[in-house]
C-alpha cells in the first residue's frame, strides 16, 4: 500500500528536565540535539517563534542532525499575534528571510500559530494566507495553521485553508478545540494531552490508537471518531505526516515520541 512519510518528535530541545530522563547523565548541552534528532524523526523549533534567528544557526543544526529528519519551523509571533492579520507582510517576509531555507532538505513545514482568543474573520484571515510565500530563495515552503478559537470550526474556514493548501494543524488538547479536515498534502498533528503520570504521556493503548490515526492519514485516508467540520472528504492521496508530542506534560514528550515511532516500526 503506497504511504507518505511517518514523522514524530517534540518541541525544542532545551529543557532542563530532559537531563537526566531524556538526555544521559552528563551529556553536554551542545550535543542535545545531536542527540534528540537521532532519538526522534521530527523537532518543531520553537526558539523561532520568539526572536530572529542568524541563517549559520540554520545550517548548523542542518548538519546535526542526520540524514532524512526534519525540522518544523515555528513562525515569529509577530506575524500572528496582532489585531489585523492583513498587515503582517512585513514580518512574514522578515521571518522568512532569516535563514531558514538554510536547513535545506531538513526544511519541514512551517507552523503559524495563533492565540486562542483570535477568532475567524473571513477577509482578514484569508488576506493573511495570500501572504504566505510558496517558496523562498528557490526552496518550496510548507505551511500548517493552528488556530484556537471554536469560530474557525465552519466550512468557509475549511475552503479558505483548501484553496490556500495550507494544513490546518490537528491538535489533541484539553483546552481547544479541535478541527481534524484535511486540507493541504501534508498532515500536521500536535499531540498537547499527555499526563506525567503516565511514562510515555498517553497510554500504550492511545499511542496505539495515534499510531494507527497516523498511518490512516498517511495512505490518505479520513481516520474515524475525529472532528470534522465538512463531511466530504478529500481527495484520497498519500500524505506526508508530522506527529508532535508537545506541551502538556513536557518531560514525558521524548518518551511519547520514542514509543510512537516504536510501535509504528513495529506494524
Known amino acids: 500500500m503506497s504511504t507518505g512519510t511517518i514523522r514524530a518528535g517534540i518541541g525544542g530541545w532545551t529543557y532542563e528536565p530532559w537531563r537526566g530522563t531524556f538526555f544521559p547523565e552528563g551529556l553536554a548541552q551542545k550535543r542535545e540535539l545531536e542527540f534528540a534528532s537521532h532519538a526522534v524523526t521530527a523537532i518543531e523549533i520553537n526558539g523561532t517563534y520568539y526572536g530572529t534567528q542568524k541563517p549559520a544557526t540554520f545550517a548548523g543544526w542542518a548538519k546535526t542532525a542526520p540524514e532524512g529528519f526534519v525540522f518544523a519551523v515555528k513562525a515569529s509571533r509577530f506575524c500572528t499575534n496582532r489585531k489585523i492579520l492583513a498587515e503582517a507582510g512585513d514580518s512574514i517576509e522578515k521571518f522568512v528571510g532569516q535563514g531558514i531555507v538554510e536547513l535545506g532538505e ?57 484553496a490556500a493548501g495550507v494544513a490546518i ?54 481516520p474515524d471518531g475525529l472532528p470534522y467540520v465538512v463531511e466530504d472528504a478529500p481527495a484520497k492521496t498519500v500524505r506526508d505526516t508530522f506527529v508532535f508530542f508537545i506541551n502538556g506534560a513536557k518531560v514525558r514528550a521524548p518518551a511519547g515520541a520514542m514509543a510512537f515511532l516504536e510501535r509504528l516500526r513495529a506494524g
Open 169 to 222: 494543524v490537528y491538535a489533541d488538547s484539553a483546552e481547544y478545540p479541535a478541527i481534524a479536515d484535511v486540507t493541504g498534502d501534508f498532515v500536521y498533528a500536535r499531540l498537547e494531552n499527555a499526563v506525567e503520570a503516565e511514562p510515555t504521556g498517553y497510554s500504550p493503548s492511545e499511542i496505539d490508537r495515534w499510531a494507527g490515526i497516523a498511518k490512516s492519514w498517511a495512505s490518505g485516508g479520513r
Open 106 to 162: 531538513k526544511l519541514g513545514p512551517i507552523l503559524w500559530q495563533f492565540m486562542a482568543t483570535k477568532k475567524f474573520e473571513a477577509g482578514d484571515f484569508g488576506a493573511f494566507l495570500k501572504l504566505l510565500p510558496t517558496a523562498h530563495q528557490g526552496v518550496s515552503l510548507r505551511h500548517a495553521i493552528q488556530v484556537r478559537h471554536e469560530s474557525f470550526a465552519v466550512p468557509e474556514f475549511i475552503a479558505m485553508a483548501h
